[in-house]
């Protein structure tokens, strides 16, 4: 067989049922066998949901609002990717976490499913944001064109199917946002909402750091909802991801900070496709108490 050339893009796997980049799959069992401290701090997400935002969150309320620190160097430095790889390389993040004393903050993108067991023995704090699936796709869909670490999006048309066929990284998204949400009973996850983010930032930051048991004064909290604004953020090399090399992220194509917005999916659903997919979504999400807002 020939050898995979080192540039081209992954292709879909199934790992226990969930699609995944090949690439990602190389030696898994250095993720499977990931020993978790106590004290480590996940932020699960399905891709484009807002994790990075989230994770510039926990980052300033980690550094008292004192958000100069958050500027130390670019976010998978800071919070690692769990399972991140690329082709033939060693893992980035899990390389920096085993430098990493605990307590260590995680960014993972995998369904509780695959989550490595020991975050769960150890009882690890977990802050799911879940983002609702229209917005997602729209997301997603530019990010995969500009991304040559994802699979190839194909035209807006041929996404639309793979996407509601689940047939992109970390698989289906309604069975990512359910799997997360029905263990929230058992462990000790904040589930947050990237809506409610848009809607009211100071009341989501004050739930964060509730649940991380921080107290910041009324001025730092304010100076972490305005470091964290989408338009802070598209400007900052920290958390914009500016620094990833074009090989890799082809900005002329989109860029990582795109627009921040709740329902920008109106912009791009024809009307047949918002009535197919409503008809999917009712499937996806029978029996669940679960809800998302697609307009603010
Ligand atoms: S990734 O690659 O999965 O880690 O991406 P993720 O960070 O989860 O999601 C990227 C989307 O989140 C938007 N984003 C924000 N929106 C509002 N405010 C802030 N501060 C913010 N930070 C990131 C980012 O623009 C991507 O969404 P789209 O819709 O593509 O703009």
Sequence with gaps: MAATPQDSRPILVPLRDVPMPDIFLDEWEEVDGFQAHPSDLLVATYPKAGTTWVQEIVDSILHDGVVSQCDRGPMPNRIPFLEFKERGKQRPGMQKLREMPPPRVIKTHLPFSLLPKSFLEQRCKVIYCARNAQDVMVSFFHFDRMNKLQPEPG????????????????????????GWWEQRM????????????????????????????????????????????????????????SNVPSSIFDTNTSVFMRKGQVGDWKNHFTIAQAEVFDAVYRRWMEGSDLQFRTQL
């Design 155 to 178: 035209s807006w048309a041929e996404y639309f199917l793979k996407f509601i066929t689940g047939n992109v990284s970390y698989g289906p998204w309604h069975k990512h946002v359910r």
């Design 186 to 241: 058992h462990y000790p996850i904040l589930y947050l909402f990237y809506e409610d983010l848009k809607e009211d930032l100071n009341r989501e930051v004050r739930k964060v750091m509730k649940f991380l048991g921080r107290e910041i004064s009324n001025e730092a909290v304010a100076s972490i909802v305005k470091h964290t604004s989408f338009e802070s953020m598209k400007e900052n090399p920290a958390c914009n991801y």
